[in-house]
């Protein structure tokens, strides 16, 4: 017998927005049901040293932040579940998302946090190096690779924009495309040339990233030609994935607005969706600043957006 779990605040995803939403709502007494999947804590178990996130004077460990977020959603009565959601019918309020467990949620809203995903290289060397010298995220880690040499990969504005920003640090940036022009605007493409501290390595692509493994570091790539089969070695501190994300919004599709690239589309200044009493909040919406503290402060106005539907009795609309 299937037993219905029902919450007026429905969240799915644990990450920084959705637990930050939880913590709102249940300090909202409108006791919320979260449910995380295969990786509860989203991209943030797999960020090592966090520097950038408010109130920490100390390094602190992205597993750890996740873990403390977790403990303070639950101390103030948010009921978390492990599952994956298979299915989700917005068709109706209240909206019905089903588990690959068989069980079933109902929330009279819901908040969408499921995230993003970075996409990756595909090498076994990458993953070996996540967190210890590969990264998907200038922002995050650039402020590590001080005095340093770095390589970005990548030809679009994502990669052009992390290249130019991680000159504030390195010593020296590559640039590793695998075709002979970049995607990226004309724009970020000028100051990018003019740009000493970066040097273009065309029509290549990375075949092994090469390191320590005690103490885990990288120290170098190993690049091979797309036109032959020449290969070259690089000597680098750091390698910097700048390819695209991928929103994780297959389940909605369909019920939602999303735009060209898969990032659900929320109203000016809210986090409200096409659907009423529908929020999204986080990376799942956010494909400009995609930093921790963002997500966090998105989750929080999903919370208050999602309070004021309730309050209003659940008929108001994005406007």
């Not at 990786?39 to 109130?55: A, H, K, L, R, S």
């Amino acid at each position: 017998m299937v037993i219905k779990k029902q919450s007026r605040v429905l969240i799915l995803g644990s990450g920084p927005a959705g637990l930050t939403a939880a913590v709102y709502a249940s300090r909202a007494n409108l006791g919320p049901v979260l449910v995380h999947g295969i990786q509860p804590g989203g991209q943030m178990t797999i960020t090592t040293d966090v520097e950038n996130y408010p109130g920490f004077a100390e390094v602190i460990q992205g597993p750890w932040l996740m873990d403390q977020m977790r403990a303070q959603a639950e101390s103030v009565g948010t009921e978390m579940f492990s599952d994956i959601v298979e299915s989700v019918d917005l068709s109706k309020r209240p909206f019905v998302c089903v588990g690959d467990s068989g069980q079933v949620f109902e929330g009279e809203t819901l908040i969408i946090s499921t995230g993003a995903q970075a996409k990756w290289l595909g090498l076994e060397s990458e993953g070996s190096y996540k967190g210890f010298g590969v990264s998907a995220c200038a922002t995050c880690d650039g402020f590590f690779f001080k005095g340093k040499t770095v390589a970005v990969v990548g030809g679009g504005n994502t990669a052009v924009e992390e290249a130019l920003f991680l000159t504030n640090f390195a010593s020296k940036v590559w640039l590793i495309h695998r075709r002979d022009k970049l995607r990226a605007e004309k724009l970020l493409q000028d100051r990018l040339f003019a740009n000493k501290a970066v040097e273009i390595i065309w029509d290549h692509k990375v075949e092994e990233v090469v390191g320590h493994s005690n103490p885990r570091s990288v120290t170098g790539l190993r690049l091979k030609s797309v036109s032959g089969a020449s290969r070259r070695d690089l000597s680098v501190d750091g390698l910097f994935v700048a390819i695209g994300h991928t929103p994780n919004t297959q389940l909605f599709e369909g019920q939602l607005d999303m735009d060209e690239e898969g990032y659900i589309v929320t109203a000016p200044d809210t986090t409200k969706t096409n659907i009423p009493g529908v929020f999204a909040a986080g990376d799942v919406q956010d494909k400009i600043y995609r930093q921790a503290v963002t997500a966090a402060g998105s989750g929080c106005m999903a919370a208050l957006d999602a309070e004021k539907f309730l309050a209003d009795g659940g008929a108001s609309a994005v406007s």
